[in-house]
């Protein structure tokens, strides 16, 4: 009984751990508009160095971490690698374009459908079942962005709601995989996965230049909200439910919104700070029934 209880003890520990990861992940993402206000260049071009940055620096970490073994743990990755690569490629690029060709406000609310949408991909691939109080707080989230979101400009194109799914699906993709495979170093596929978006990125500039200044802040946009961020997802994400871990990362959005005002002073409308209460209340309350329900 005993042992039992350590067991649960340490289960439960280790969930809120990974839960303050992902939520540590989605607090360094959620100051992207941050740092695109605050660099005068062509979006393309910042996420192209801020690529190349990252991925240099979620490499050093990993080579200062594994220090010998480094090259031999690269030599002997597999294929689930390469999946969360791409799957974390692809939702990085599918946002990008998806801001070009629909409206922000119908981008982030099909982006916070991603708990749904890693909820059913981890049912049929893992056979992970989110919980109904997962679900719930997820549905309670996305009710809380629509209202975010309430009065903004509609009207943004088929295809840009296609892109804007696929950012979804491949964060929901990237998840799923951390979660089958928690034995497989991810850090690689996150460095990786950051250099095919500067690669993308890159092909699409109209050019690679930019002042010394703006070089600068994109290497602490690159090390601080990218490379941070996909390291502290890649390891929290494997300690709690694949749902519950977009769910959390959900509280990208109305941060994001915090920051671009203290920074800028862009004082949000009333919809908008009702809806982040609504999404902030929904994650964090969600994340203390959980804590509280576990056995103990």
């Known amino acids: ?5 350590a067991r649960h003890q340490a289960t439960n520990t280790s969930r809120l751990i990974g839960a303050a990861m992902v939520a540590a992940a989605a607090l360094f993402w959620s100051m992207g508009g941050f740092f695109v206000r605050l660099i005068d260049a062509d979006i393309f071009t910042i996420v192209f160095w801020r690529g190349l940055f990252s991925g240099a620096a979620i490499f050093a970490l990993f080579f200062l971490m594994e220090g ?6 690269l030599k002997s990755l597999r294929w689930p690698t390469a999946q969360a690569a791409l799957a974390s490629a692809t939702s990085m ?16 609310v099909i982006y916070c459908l991603t708990p749904f949408i890693t909820a059913a991909g981890a049912w049929l691939v893992i056979g992970e079942r989110a919980s109904r109080p997962t679900l719930v707080a997820a549905a309670i989230a996305l009710l809380g962005v629509g209202v975010m979101m309430w009065g903004a400009a509609l009207g943004g194109s088929v295809f840009g709601n296609l892109l804007a799914f696929g950012m979804a699906a491949g964060m929901a993709a990237m998840t799923i995989v951390i979660r089958l ?3 497989v170093p991810m850090f690689p596929a996150m460095g990786l996965s950051a250099f095919i978006a500067a690669a993308f ?3 699409m500039a109209p050019a690679l230049t930019m002042s010394g200044i703006n070089f600068a802040y994109t290497a602490i946009f690159g090390v601080v909200q990218n490379a941070a961020g996909l390291v502290f997802y890649a390891t929290g994400a494997r300690r709690i439910s694949a749902a519950d871990a977009t769910l959390i990362a959900v509280l990208e959005v109305p941060l ?3 920051w671009v005002w203290l920074a800028f002073n862009e004082e949000p409308r009333p919809s908008t700070l009702i809806g982040g209460a609504i999404v ?5 309350g969600h994340v ?7 056995p103990r």
Do not use: K
């Open 68 to 73: 010998g073994r480094a090259l031999i743990t």
């Open 288 to 294: 203390l029934y959980e804590a509280r329900r576990a």
């Open 1 to 5: 009984m005993t042992d039992m209880l």
């Open 256 to 258: 994001g919104v915090l």
């Open 280 to 284: 902030l209340a929904a994650v964090v």
């Open 181 to 183: 495979h928690p034995d």
């Open 93 to 108: 690029v599918c946002g990008m374009l998806a801001l070009r060709y629909t409206t922000v406000a119908e981008a982030l």
């Open 201 to 203: 990125s890159g092909f």
